[in-house]
């Protein structure tokens, strides 16, 4: 956490935040100092509660500290995968393809071989390979998980048409319970569009009808402008089925 030392320090200064103030009721104001200098390190609670002291996000601190986040290979990901759709070129499918491949090999990261595998499938399904890829392997993790969180949610989007109507129900249901009221975040409004088009598709209209009704029971007290969206889009298109 050297960095993530120098780093909490320049933004303390440069909030004009004395380390007395930074450190009260969290840590000693020493035990901050060595943690800036880079002496120490300090657990992830006591950090996100000085980061709340001085006004920063985790988020933007994470940021700033140029550590790959899951967040940001996940978005950088999806860009690279909507690029890849839309110009449909060998050379960019294999750049992303071998891209992905040396990193599972440099880190043995699990996402990283996992969007290996998505990247080689979809290039196979777009220019009508015969050879087909299998999502075995990410169909598995997801089946082991028994929690999907943030990771989980994105990957099932590109895969979810190999998942069981009877599976992505009790996902389902066990989102909705956890979540509560709230339901606007952009991998679960993501995954239920998504389920809803494979429901949709595959003539399950019982299934559809049960998701579309448990969403807007979850979502319609609230005002949160991408729910709002979403319940227009249920609208629509409950009428055509």
């Given at each position: 956490?050297?960095?993530f ?7 303390r ?13 969290i ?26 002291k ?51 090999h440099?880190?043995?990261?699990s996402c ?14 777009m ?16 089946l ?10 994105f ?51 019982d299934?559809f ?33």
């Amino acid at each position: 956490m050297n960095n993530f030392g120098e780093l909490y320090r320049r933004l303390r200064k440069g909030k004009e935040i004395q380390l007395k103030e930074a450190a009260e009721g969290i840590m000693s104001p020493q035990a901050v100092s060595k943690f800036e200098r880079g002496d120490s390190n300090i657990t992830v609670s006591n950090l996100l509660l000085l980061l709340d002291k001085i006004n920063v996000s985790y988020e933007e601190f994470f940021e700033l500290s140029n550590v790959e986040s899951l967040s940001s290979i996940i978005k950088t990901f999806e860009v690279e995968m909507d690029w890849a759709s839309a110009e449909n070129l060998y050379f960019e499918w294999q750049k992303l393809i071998k891209k992905y491949q040396r990193l599972w090999h440099q880190t043995k990261r699990s996402c990283y071989r996992h969007f290996q595998l998505l990247a080689e499938y979809y290039y196979a399904q777009m220019n009508n390979h015969t050879h087909r890829v299998s999502l075995r392997e990410i169909i598995e993790f997801l089946l082991t998980a028994d929690y999907w969180g943030k990771y989980e949610l994105f990957i099932v989007n590109y895969v979810s048409f190999e998942i069981s109507s009877d599976l992505l129900n009790v996902k389902i249901e066990s989102i909705i319970r956890r979540t509560k009221n709230d339901l606007n975040t952009y991998q679960i409004l993501d995954f239920f569009m998504v389920t809803a088009g494979v429901f949709f598709k595959r003539s399950e209209y019982d299934n559809f009808i049960k998701l579309v009704e448990s969403i807007q029971l979850k979502m319609a007290p609230q005002k949160v402008i991408t729910n709002l969206f979403f319940l227009l889009f249920i609208d629509y298109i409950v009428p055509i089925k």
